[in-house]
């Protein structure tokens, strides 16, 4: 049986994962956010597909994959 210094390890190996997973996709999203700006101002894109692609690329970059997804 894990003692509560393995528990605790475990526990902070853990957050610290998911910190960075966190993080990653909060980068994900403020790229593609800059990203919508330049192809906004260029005329490259319709302001309501700028932010029906936001809404995609954010909503898939926050969702957390497991069995409650599946």
Do not use: C
């Not at 049986?1 to 993080?23: E, H, K, V």
């Not at 700028?50 to 994959?65: F, P, R, S, V, Y």
């Amino acid at each position: 049986m894990p003692n509560s210094t393995t528990t605790s390890s475990a526990f902070y190996d853990f957050t610290g994962r998911q910190l960075r997973i966190a993080f990653l996709r909060a980068s994900i999203i403020k790229n593609e956010i800059a990203a919508m700006g330049i192809a906004l101002k260029g005329g490259l894109v319709s302001p309501e597909n700028a932010i029906d692609h936001l809404i995609e690329i954010g909503g898939g970059a926050l969702l957390t994959w497991g069995s409650s997804n599946e």
